[in-house]
């Protein structure tokens, strides 16, 4: 692969510095949207025990569907907010915060590791070449759904930035051969797992070091000390696991039974092979067919790869790049719970490919048609390839300019209502603090008015969509409008986006 970017040093760092600048302005970019009453799903379940974690001073998560690192982590940048907070005079005491007050540095945590993970990419690819590493950087700080997760403060985020950190220096223990790189591979293998069992798959690469470079005198040495490596890695930043051993496996036992329900490999892959395809279109719908370039430059980036597997001095680095995304994509295509996030972990490789792919055809034209001006060529595949992801991205954040209805709701809420009232509401999302009194329930139809009223039920809040359709349960609606007061309604529209919500207030009898 002959293709390289002709920069001064200086040039080359700025433009790095740029690409990953990029990435964690999309990461940044509409990231309190939401905050703190309209938390995404699954961000209460880190935020509420790393809060119990610094209330109470017990660091058992009580909690094993996946490693307690992630919550750790959040546990600490909370820690340094509150001294930040308590410094500021926002409060006095523990006892005056809640998960609420958190989220926005927890997300900007997510952030920032999402941006840490471009360059990983970047130094990476430059086991290839120096283009190689700019393109596939580039990509990952484009990439729709690294941009989206990145946002909220879950799991996937870091999880993607341990796997491709394991890459990276998986991919320096083959240069270097000394066993210092296969534990420190294996120690951040082990951080993969420590934040989502999935990760565990991230010892793939280090051993497929010690396998196939010739510069790694002992193969057998270097394997054991990146399995040592996880263990150590894994048990230091999830010591629960060890220490409350009944709990961890009943936990994982617990969560295998959601994964493991019977499901088609092929189902599954079919569907992860449409969500990373539609990452390098415009989105869902009709512009799949935007993704083919990409997919046509990955796969040319993966047979670039096999083929370097019987080149000595690449066959460490190919066998890295191919082997760890390939049974990984296999692992989450067979388990009955699939989301498009789950296979965040392997975008970084994805762009790798693309990136070989797109310096593999430049070769190939720059050999084979002598009149064709091979760079334009490769910067317009580029081009070809970015314009998708990159538009969807920047329409993910701009959608997220306009508050939700519920967020909407939940402010109305905290304001205008005391925290002596209860209130029951069809809207999951909706998050206030501890002295409140707000119930999930997603049917109000559930109970009655006067079941209500016995609970001491004072609000209402439900989707006002339903009315538009007519069914006996609209008929039902529109009886529990007539005998309560509507005290606030949201619709979508320029300020909002979402369903239209209706707070109705409950008179007494």
Known sequence: MSIAVSASPLRLKLTVLGIVLLGLALRLWTVSTGLPFTPAIDEPVIMEKALHMMKSGDFNPHFFDYGGLTIYLQMAVASVRFAEGALSREWSGLDRVWEGDFYLWARMTSAILGSITVYLVYRAGRRWNVTVALIAAFLAAIHPNMVREAHFALTDTPLTLFCTLTLLLSLVASEDGRLRWFVLAGLTAGLATATKYNGALALLMPICAAIASPAVPRRAASAIVAVLGLAVGFLVAAPYSLLDLPHFLDGFASLAQHYNKSQSGMAGATLYFKYLLLGFSFGSGWSAPFGWPALALFLTGVVTAIRQLGQPDR???????????????????????????????????????????????????????????????????????????????????????????????????????????????EVQAIRLPPDFHYEYQPRLTRESLDEYRARGVTYLVFDAGVLANPTSEAAVYRALIASTETAKTVEAGTAYTGPPLTVLRIPKP
């Open 315 to 425: 066959r460490a680095a190919s066998l890295i790049l191919l082997v760890f995304p390939a049974v990984y994509f296999w692992l989450i295509s067979a388990q009955s719970l699939i989301f498009a996030r789950y296979a965040l972990p392997i975008v970084p490789m994805i762009c790798l490919a693309i990136g070989i792919g797109i310096v593999t055809a430049h070769d190939f034209l720059r050999a084979n048609v002598a009149a064709l001006r091979t760079r334009e060529v490769a910067v317009a595949l580029l081009v070809v390839v970015a314009i998708p992801p990159a538009f969807q991205s920047i329409r993910f954040d701009y959608t997220r300019l306009r508050a939700g209805t519920d967020d909407a709701v939940a402010r109305w809420l905290r304001r205008n209502v005391g925290p002596e009232d209860r209130i029951v509401g």
